[in-house]
């Protein structure tokens, strides 16, 4: 059936690995019906983890959109991963909701993954609620956590339903709107006399009240008269304060033992705001912002927040409506490209179950098969108002393994492939590095890489290995040199004769130059070309492990000739020689690459962190806090030190901590690693045949 945008929510459900958000999700759909029986993770048969990779490492490793329809309501709940190397999931889910539901952990508490939830709730401005789940478990303390939410996430955690463990050993639940309290008893609610609290009671109603004085004046001074707030009151407050984001509730319950669900799908129907309410604004195409809003009878526009490369359907594009509705027949165009859209059907989705529908309506989200050329993060819209929302910003990929293709004659095939595992996973970089020719791929982490190999082998019949990459060192030279190269070679007919003398000197920068300084035509001038192709030929390996010569200057200055045997060809070998003869004279040294390293970390973990630096060769250049209230540790440090670092700051700052690092100069090798790398040129066979 269609859903009216007032009567659609769209939460993405977020938090810590391991928290329980799948199960969660799993119980809700139970709950309303959808589902006969509740799936486990640990069984690979919940509806969200349905991926094969999830089902065998049994966790969540993609975001999947799981519709749950409750007394004609429509909740589009997002189920993102918790590992923090799957965060592209939150990234592109939180683009498609107008909420977001935090699942803490009733046994391990505030964790990095919601303090993370959290503050992308804050970033895009969506309102939040927290769900503390296993609270029926033994050790669950649910009053501690309450302390820690309100450390970590400040004064607007506010909570609504609290558990408290009967004489029986069963847990009951206080709702604080209602002051009435619940047991469940297989998953039926159960009406009790409310258990005594003692005081904690008066200070939960106290504080709840207060929040909900500070959403409205008239609510305010009923508060200061000493007058309690009828429930009506207490749920519209409320409403309110979670709209503007001054208020975060907080919900409990055991999805595994289906209790408390209730009054959380209830009050994520009056508390979190409908689709009705969502307004985004975008840009035409001269840059003017435009507001879109949850209008049925507006020009249709719709946002691709999330790709699936599926081998067996094709690309499946998922996508939230914002105004109008979108048919197979709808006229669209893709507000990068320009192009119009052909529409394939369109679908409603439950995990990996697609069902036709006729539309996707204002506010809800579907799916449309075959869009050629539509990414994530592309707007859909009529083209009578073309307007692009903002991509989503993903997590920067700073983990690089180098591919190592394992059938040979697969090299071609690996790009196509990791092409549309990137439309899937925008998170993954792919790229051929011009130095070493190696494919590099770039992810968030170890788990990251090894599910796109696992990926690229299930979906796409492609196998690959990986291998830490090779570092694009240089050679130079540090002072002047001059020597003779004289090729000379007698067969029958023409010989073949080149004779010249080159300087070769240093200079700054990572130019290769060449000069001429020859008196009275000892080398003709028709020659000087070649000599400059020899010594750029010769500049490609250095001496000492073969990587390639900057910082360079080359300066013929003399030589000879012969009217008859000379030629290009003789020139280019004896500009050869001359190098060969020289460079070893010449003080040669090798360069390693430098990168620019900025670590965003807690305040507590900078000095870690400068003494990490310090141990990979660094040097820190400073510090300075980031928006996030986050300190950026800055840095050069050498690439050859760097290529576990990712798994260091995430062990280190527990996944709060992440960090780019950017290519900036070349510096001479310290002398007693020279041998280290050479011996690794000579085992790559980095010396050309020639030499």
């Not at 478990?137 to 309100?150: G, H, P, S, T, V």
């Not at 009506?232 to 304060?241: D, L, N, R, S, T």
């Not at 003017?288 to 020009?299: C, F, H, M």
């Not at 992440?658 to 790559?684: C, G, H, N, S």
Request: net charge negative; aromatic share 8%; hydrophobic share 40%.
């Amino acid at each position: 059936m269609d859903y009216a945008s007032k009567d659609i929510r769209n939460i993405l459900v977020a938090g810590h690995a391991g928290c329980g958000k799948t199960t969660l999700i799993e119980a809700l759909l139970y709950l309303s019906g959808a589902t006969e029986r509740m799936g486990r993770v640990e069984d690979g048969t919940t509806a969200s983890d349905f991926d094969p990779e999830e089902v065998r490492r049994k966790a969540s490793l993609n975001s999947s959109v799981i519709p749950v329809e409750y007394q004609g309501i429509k909740y589009n709940l997002i189920d993102t991963p918790g590992l923090f190397d799957f965060e592209t999931g939150a990234a592109e889910g939180v683009m498609a909701a107008e909420s977001v539901l935090i699942c803490v952990s009733g046994r391990s508490g505030v964790s990095v993954g919601a303090e993370k939830a959290y503050r992308l709730a804050c970033k895009q401005n969506k309102a939040r609620m927290i769900f503390v789940t296993k609270t029926d478990l033994e050790n669950a303390d649910y009053f501690k956590i309450l302390e820690q939410m309100k450390i970590e996430f400040g004064p607007s955690v506010c909570p609504c339903v609290v558990p408290v463990r009967l004489d029986d050993g069963t847990v009951a639940y206080i709702n604080l709107f209602s002051q009435k309290a619940f047991k469940y008893e297989g998953g039926k609610q159960i009406q009790i006399d409310l258990p005594d609290i003692g005081h904690r009671f008066e200070g939960l109603i106290q504080a709840m009240s207060e929040a909900i004085a500070e959403t409205d004046e008239a609510l305010m001074e009923k508060f200061f008269e000493g007058e309690p707030f009828t429930t009506e009151e207490i749920v519209q407050g409320m409403a309110a304060g979670v709209r503007t984001g001054q208020i975060t509730p907080v919900f409990c319950g055991s999805a595994v033992n289906n209790q408390a669900l209730d009054m959380l799908l209830y009050n994520m129907n009056v508390l979190l705001p409908g689709a009705d309410t969502a307004a985004a604004v975008g840009e035409t195409k001269d840059g003017e912002p435009v507001e879109v809003t949850a209008d049925p009878d507006a020009p249709v526009c719709a946002y691709v927040f999330k790709t699936v490369a599926d081998p067996f359907v094709g690309k499946l594009s998922f996508i939230k409506v914002l105004s109008g509705k979108l048919t197979a027949t709808s006229n669209v165009v893709n507000a990068r490209t320009g192009q119009p859209e052909r529409l394939g059907k369109t679908l409603t989705v439950c995990g990996k179950k697609q069902t036709d529908t006729a539309a996707i309506t204002t506010g809800d989200i579907g799916a449309v098969a075959k869009l050629a050329t539509a990414k994530t993060g592309d707007t859909l819209c009529d083209p009578a108002r073309v307007v692009a929302l903002p991509a989503p910003s993903y997590p920067i990929a700073s983990y690089r393994m180098a591919v190592k293709v394992a059938k040979k004659g697969d090299e071609g095939k690996v790009s196509g492939a990791l092409a549309r595992l990137i439309e899937e996973d925008p998170a993954i970089t792919f790229q051929v590095d011009p130095e070493t020719k190696q494919q590099i791929i770039g992810g968030l982490g170890t788990q990251h890489l090894e599910v796109a190999v696992a990926k690229l082998k299930n979906k796409f019949g492609v196998e690959i290995t990986l291998e830490t990459p090779r570092v694009p060192y240089r050679e130079s030279i540090r002072k002047s040199c001059k020597a003779q190269g004289r090729h000379k070679k007698q067969t029958g007919g023409h010989g073949q004769f080149g004779d010249v003398w080159i300087q070769f000197e240093p200079i700054e920068g990572e130019a290769i130059e060449f000069a001429e300084n020859v008196f009275g035509g000892s080398v003709p001038k028709n020659f000087f070309p070649a000599v400059e192709k020899g010594v750029r030929q010769a500049a490609e390996h250095g001496v000492l492990a073969g990587y390639p010569m900057v910082g360079m200057k080359a300066t013929l200055l003399d030589g000879s000739y012969h009217p008859v045997d000379s030629s290009e060809m003789a020139f280019i070998m004896a500009a050869k020689l001359a190098y060969k003869a020289a460079i070893p004279e010449a003080g040669p040294v090798l360069l390693e690459p430098i990168g620019a390293l900025q670590a965003h970390v807690p305040a507590d973990n900078t000095g870690d962190i400068m003494g990490e630096v310090t141990k990979r060769r660094g040097r820190v250049l400073g510090m300075n806090p980031d928006e996030d209230g986050m300190q950026v540790v800055e840095a050069e440090v050498p690439m050859a030190e760097m290529q576990d670092f990712t798994t260091f700051l995430r062990q280190l700052t527990q996944g709060r901590g992440w960090f780019t690092f950017d290519f900036v100069r070349y510096e001479v090798l310290p002398q007693m690693l020279e041998a280290k790398v050479i011996d690794q040129a000579k085992a790559l066979g980095n010396f050309s045949d020639d030499e």
